[in-house]
């Protein structure tokens, strides 16, 4: 028995590759050929020494005194915060632009929501020096002209998709369409461990450097590899697995997964897919989503543009639907007093993503002995504007 993906692509019932005909040699290619590219020592050499000379691995596992001793436990936070360009998104995007060089792909496209998947999408193809094609919903350019402003400065294109709610589930629609117009030379780099298979499988072992990496620190630390727990907060849940992944079948470690309830679970405006989602297809995989009585996608909400998504990744689906995974649901006002209350008390100003998995020490109690490894997984600097008019910071 094993939580991490099978043979066929599925994580228990969750996953797979629902896609259109025509999109069919471009995840074929793909997934017939991503694991013998990723176990290529070269690949793993050229892996490794970006990920530490270019995005600044390893993370710290930074121990919380004062946070562990508000909440009488031993809390430690993985550092992802520290990487190249503010969070966790990174590792997987250097990981894809690799691949992308090696299946001798010359264009990239991707499709982003907050701008933070463009951002890190963008910044490894001016690495590279590949053409780079972000596509945004029109609504979301003119909500994070900040992050378009980065990935123009990076040198990539940004093109609005005009049609529908012109936000994220519109942009991925325009990113399809061009990767089916150009199955040859594109890759299509996704930014969570979502999509068709093998994108989930591909990004969460990109991200498994994760917990590659506490394993070996809480041993230094603590004399043991395994924590007790492992807490991380879910978009569409790739900081999330990699942080879990090396603990995934070992059923000692608690996985504990943060969403984001936003206004609150019955308010009509919430991201908390475990609670409020059934199966359905998104994005070209099974997989727990948010949808109205007849199929249609409802549009999620969330205080975090990185967790405003109506879907979960298959891998976290199953955790969900196994009872292998604790979900808790936060809301926005509980999030920003978390991420007030670790700036105020350590010094380190999270994003409101990560905000969301630092307040669950006010819902639920961990004996004083439980390791407790938190995934930091990214800075707030991003977030400033929204801490500053919901504190009245001026
Ligand atoms: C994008 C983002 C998330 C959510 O995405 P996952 O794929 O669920 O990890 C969480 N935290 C930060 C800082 C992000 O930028």
Not at 127 to 150: F, H, K, S
Not at 260 to 277: F, H
Not at 281 to 298: A, N, Y
């Amino acid at each position: 028995m094993t939580y991490n993906i099978n043979d066929m692509g599925y994580y228990g019932e969750f996953g797979g590759a629902y896609i259109p005909e025509m999109l069919y040699p471009n995840v074929e290619e793909l997934r017939s050929r991503y694991i013998a590219i990723l176990e290529e020592p070269s690949f793993q050499q050229e892996f490794g020494q970006l990920l530490k000379e270019y995005v600044g691995r390893p993370t710290p596992l930074y121990f919380a005194k004062r946070f562990s001793e508000k909440y009488n436990t031993k809390i430690y936070l993985k550092r992802e915060d520290l990487c190249h360009t503010g969070a966790h998104k990174i590792n997987n995007t250097i990981g894809q632009i690799l691949m992308a060089k090696r299946l001798k792909k010359t264009r990239i496209i991707a499709e982003t929501g907050a701008g933070q998947h463009g951002v890190a999408t963008a910044t490894v193809c001016a690495l590279m020096g590949m053409e780079c094609i972000v596509y945004m919903g029109a609504i979301d350019i003119r909500r994070q002209a900040p992050n378009v402003a980065r990935m123009k400065m990076l040198g990539a294109r940004v093109i609005p998709a005009t049609s529908g709610s012109k936000t994220l589930k519109d942009a991925t629609n325009e990113a399809i369409r061009d990767w089916i117009n150009n199955p040859v030379d594109t890759h299509y780099i996704i930014g969570s461990v979502v999509g068709p298979h093998p994108y989930p499988d591909m990004v969460a072992r990109f991200q498994s450097v994760i917990s590659q990496e506490i394993k070996q620190q809480l041993l230094e630390k603590e004399g043991r590899e395994t924590p007790n727990y492992v807490v991380a907060c879910v978009g569409g849940g790739s900081n999330a697995a990699g942080a879990y992944y090396e603990y995934l079948d070992n059923t000692q470690v608690g996985l504990i997964a943060v969403e984001a309830a936003g206004k609150g679970i019955d308010t009509g405006e919430s991201a908390a897919t475990s609670v409020l989602g059934k199966i359905g297809i998104i994005h070209g995989s099974k997989t727990l989503l948010m949808q109205t009585s007849d199929g249609q996608i409802t549009e999620p909400y969330s205080i975090s543009a990185g967790l405003d998504y109506p879907g979960v990744g298959p891998m976290h689906a199953h955790l969900f639907a196994s009872g292998r995974g604790e979900f808790i649901s936060i809301t926005d006002d509980e999030a920003m007093l978390a991420g007030r209350e670790l700036s105020e008390l350590e010094g380190i100003i999270p994003a409101i993503e990560t905000s969301h998995a630092l307040a669950i020490f006010k819902q639920r109690s961990f004996k004083k002995e439980d390791v407790v490894v938190v995934n930091l997984s990214g800075r707030g600097d991003k977030d400033l504007a929204t801490y500053i008019d919901y504190f009245n910071l001026k």
